[in-house]
């Protein structure tokens, strides 16, 4: 068994097709056949169905296929250790981004990696929190940075630098809620649209525990988004109020709610435990803090 076999054999899984595989790799069919044979025969298990002119991994190919998605993972992230890291750095960084961090970071890490290390190829990636972890443990993302609160623990998953930022009901500077001259109640809150991304079980819990069974996400909420930005904008353009971040929107100011929400969103660097780290990864690590107190000066 070897390297080559294992990424035949991933990238073959992977476009579920001979013909593309073939195409993706520079090889013939024959010699991809026989790369595919060989490997099955090693490992004493057929690691596809043939159906016709289509192939379906077996159950045995999907157990295969987690640990072949390792080891060639793996292998690439030690050759690319020989390269260096300086200025000049090449390789890769794949980077998912749920809603809050992917507002926050998109600009400012791709700004610093044209800057700084413009041979190096960045891919961000972004989605909710449950679909960047899966990405993760799937070799997709060398790190993501989502809500911690929304990630179980797992043994197989490190968080670390995790940084807490102010959150709460956001408005435009002349929204009717900020001529009142008091704090405003929950119920006039209520009185117009609100808007916020999914949000996680603990945020949930602190709601209701401020204001009330009334304050469960699920009722609470009318405008449901994955992008931050785009529910930003809603509050930008109309009377709705946005429940987020504070450091993504500086245009708009903070609700004064009686009681006070005293929220915090809680992000962090989430890597995969047992998987040896992309080189290029420290940069993010080492910028991080920077961005962030950045951030919490907003």
Known sequence: MT????????????????VQACKA??????????????????????????LGRRIALTPFGHEALQR???????????????????????????????????????????????????????????????????????????AAVVDVRSVRPSADLQVAQAFELAAG???????????VGRPVTLDEVMAYPIASTPLSDEVARILMARYGPQANPDDLVTLRCDETLSI??????????????????????????????????RFGLVTLAQRQEAPALRILREQLPLWVGAFSAR
Not at 11 to 16: C, K
Not at 98 to 103: F, L, T, W
Not at 172 to 177: K, M
């Open 3 to 18: 390297l080559v076999q294992l990424r035949h054999f991933v990238v073959l899984a992977e476009v579920g097709s001979f």
């Open 25 to 50: 790799l520079f090889l013939t069919q024959p010699a991809l056949t026989r790369s595919i044979q060989a490997l099955e025969d090693e490992l004493g298990g057929q690691l596809f169905d043939r």
């Open 68 to 142: 072949a998605r390792r080891l060639v993972a793996d292998a690439e992230a030690l050759k690319q250790t020989g390269k260096g890291l300086h200025a000049g750095l090449i390789g890769s960084l794949r980077v998912g981004l749920s809603s809050g961090p992917g507002a926050l970071l998109s600009l400012p890490l791709m700004l610093h990696m044209a800057e700084h290390h413009p041979k190096l190829q960045l891919q961000i990636s972004r989605g909710n929190t449950a679909m960047l972890i899966d990405a993760l443990r799937e070799q997709l993302l060398d």
């Open 169 to 179: 009901f956001l408005v435009r500077s002349d929204h009717p809620l900020t001529q």
């Open 232 to 265: 930003v904008e809603v509050a930008r353009r109309s009377n709705a109020i946005v429940l987020t971040v504070t450091a993504v929107a500086a245009d708009l100011v903070r609700l004064d709610v009686s009681p006070a929400l005293n929220a915090t969103a």
